[in-house]
């Protein structure tokens, strides 16, 4: 679906759920959401991201390294609410540990920022991000996302700060 340098990005599938469950089972991985997700969390969260493909065309994609086909991560495009009004178009990530700090997130959250601006037409996206999760930010602003304000968002019985990063896309040229 959307090919860079390094990776592909490409619809999720069930036989993607052992990769999933490395990401989404790990404690370290996961310390921004808490704590990690159970089995049925992880195919719950699966099950979301097919629905998502046939509602929207879009959801988290799998992110599988060209060189030898290990899904590494996922990042993609979903709506997201801010506060109780407001639905935005979100670029999402979250990638395995092991593959932490090689420059693959900013690789795929710059490729899910560009497909939203060329295939969707969208004006902004957003990354919303938990204000303890500083890898993240980063990946945000080196994405030329800006922050924009903050807000307050429970999750799984829980009070969690978050960041909301965003960039519009630039005018084109006439």
Known sequence: MIETKRLLLREMNQEDYPSLAAILQDEQTMYAYETPF???????????NLARYKEDGFGLW???????????????????????SSKVLEVGYLFN???????YA?????????YAFAKLNSSEVYSIIRDSNVSSMNVAIRNGMLARGSFIKRYRGMDMPHLIFSAKRKPSIK
């Open 106 to 114: 900013i690789e795929a959250a710059r490729a899910c920022k560009k």
């Open 62 to 84: 799998a992110v599988i390294l060209k060189d030898d086909g290990t899904m590494i991560g996922q990042a993609g495009l979903t709506w997201q609410s801010i506060g109780e």
């Open 97 to 103: 540990r092991s593959y932490w700090g090689k420059g």
């Open 38 to 48: 159970s089995a049925e969390e992880t195919q719950a969260w699966l099950d979301r």
